[in-house]
């Protein structure tokens, strides 16, 4: 399977980039830091929020990057899906706002999402967190940075050293088979899966549900840093498909994956104590 050949993906990042800076400003124009935003809210149709700063930051983001491939299809969490993106070789996944609710309320930890995928592959991906003043890149093959800078996951390798990030759910299961360091909440997905990547927290733990714009940059970011992602069995999150949800996923270093792993299927077999 032929990939977009590398120099055409390195020409993209920068505006790519430039264009996730810009829509975060279009963001930060509503965001009130320990206060409730300033933007409009409103509940969808399944009661997730949405505010006039997501639907601004899709729009723009939208015009920006069809410019910049016009023969890429497109799935945001903010448009009404079109199932042209399954025969596009390339798709343009964005979560225009990754955290609404953090967004909402005031946290900083939410961040603009942007992935191309080549196939159903991530090959560029872009996670900028505005008031964080943190932007996470990666090209497929060429490493991640944060902020231009080289990022790799951390070299802890047992879970009893390991800071894991997730739902409070699955830590406590979690934690009924293993000892290991609860790290805070993290309310953007891509987030902890960027602060795993530049070895902030160890792993992190991944409910049901997510959907591809959730995870496809943050993915090949983590991928990129030495890092991976995986559902319980140890196989790779899929993109493009006709419905973008994934089941439990676990993301870690590569040195915590496998005790990682064996302590969910631990879990999944109904093991209750520590072993």
């Known amino acids: 399977m032929n990939r977009l050949p590398m120099p055409i993906a390195s020409d993209l990042l920068p505006a790519v980039r430039a264009s996730c800076i810009a829509a975060g400003e279009i963001a930060l124009a509503l965001f009130r830091p320990g206060e409730k935003t300033a933007a409009r809210t409103w509940s969808k149709s399944g009661g997730s929020p949405v505010t006039e700063a997501d639907i601004g930051v899709d729009t723009f983001l939208r015009i920006q990057l069809s410019v910049l491939l016009p023969d890429a299809a497109w799935l945001s969490e903010e448009t009404v899906d079109d199932a042209l993106r399954l025969s596009r070789r390339f798709v343009w996944v964005v979560d225009p706002i990754d955290g609404t609710r953090a967004f909402m309320g005031g946290s900083p930890d939410w961040a603009v999402c942007v992935a191309l995928l080549d196939e159903g592959v991530p090959i560029l991906g872009a996670v900028h967190a505005p008031a964080c003043n943190a932007t996470y890149t990666a090209i497929s093959g060429a490493g991640a940075f944060l902020n231009d800078a080289a990022i790799s996951v951390s070299k802890v390798a047992s879970l009893k050293e ?49 959907r591809d714009w959730d995870l496809a940059a943050a993915d090949l970011i983590l991928n990129e840093a030495g890092g991976r992602m995986t559902g319980g069995e140890g196989q790779p999150a899929i993109y493009n498909r006709e419905t973008p949800v994934h089941g439990m996923l676990v993301a870690s270093s590569n040195g915590l994956a496998e005790p990682l792993l064996s302590a969910l299927q631990r879990l999944r077999d109904g093991q209750p104590q520590r072993i």
């Open 162 to 210: 390991a800071r894991i990030a997730g739902p409070k759910p699955m830590l406590d299961a979690l934690a009924r088979l293993e000892a290991f360091e609860p790290a805070d909440k993290i309310p953007s997905l891509a987030l902890r899966l960027a602060r795993i990547a530049d070895g902030t927290i160890d792993a992190g733990l991944i409910s049901p549900d997510a």
